[in-house]
């Protein structure tokens, strides 16, 4: 069972809609992650958080706004999506962001359908 | 530019045989490399990781890797393949300072 948990496992919304992805961690980690996966493209990383502090943002469209309340949930709050936004989203986490050499443990992510 | 090259996109291979993926790295210093496998509707699941010392780097599930400075490699090997390894595995990498890369991932298919 992974330490990492994702909620929902699949999501279909239209493009008016409003959703969440919620992430939960149960290793003590500090840092987690938000990446998107879509067919035939490498892994993208889309935010990182490290100790509840964002770090990164890699030129991510303002349709997706991440949250972290506390360094064991993390959010991804979706609105106006567009198709081309349909991909399986990963939430990962590992001890520290600055300790390169801390490995990434990933949730199950939500398969997002965007239609 | 500091990356990761899988070279291979799909491999089959028999059941029973043997499996080498292959991992290309550029980084200046001694990079942390980590080899990951993702099964259908799974996220990724750490197989192993390299940081220093032994080249030879055991991992869960009967694999292993080699680290090879001169041909800035680090390939992923298992004697025997089951039919439960078919999934897609990822190299990734970093050093000290920059961030993690993943490699585009090579899909491997188990076949009878």
């Known amino acids: 069972e992974t330490g990492v948990t994702q909620t929902p496992r699949h999501l279909v919304m239209g493009m008016t809609n409003k959703k969440s992805l919620k992430c939960e961690q149960h290793?003590?980690?500090?840092?987690m992650y938000w990446y998107k996966q879509s067919a035939k493209k490498p892994l993208e990383l889309m935010f990182v958080y490290n100790f509840k502090e964002q770090t990164e943002n890699n030129s991510v469209p303002s349709r997706f706004s991440p949250e972290c309340p506390n360094s064991s949930h993390l959010f991804l709050h979706l609105h106006t999506l567009q198709p081309e936004d349909s991909a399986l989203y990963l939430c990962?986490?590992?001890?520290?962001?600055?300790?390169?050499?801390?490995?990434?443990?990933f949730g199950n992510g939500t398969r997002l359908t965007v239609t | 530019a500091q990356s990761v090259t899988q070279p291979d996109i799909h491999i089959t291979v028999s059941e029973g045989a043997s499996l080498e993926l292959r991992c290309n790295y550029s980084y200046g210093a001694t990079p942390y490399l980590f080899w990951y496998v993702q099964s259908p509707g799974q996220g990724l699941q750490l197989l192993l990781k390299y940081f220093s010392g032994d080249t030879l780097v055991q991992g869960i599930k009967g694999f292993e890797a080699e680290f090879k400075r001169s041909q800035s490699s680090f390939n992923l090997r298992k004697p025997s393949v089951h039919w439960s390894d078919a999934a897609e595995y990822f190299c990734a990498g970093t050093d000290s300072w920059g961030k993690l890369q993943f490699g585009a991932g090579t899909q491997v298919v188990v076949t009878p």
């Open positions: 290793l003590g980690h500090n840092a």
């Open positions: 990962a986490s590992s001890q520290d962001r600055t300790e390169n050499n801390s490995p990434l443990h």
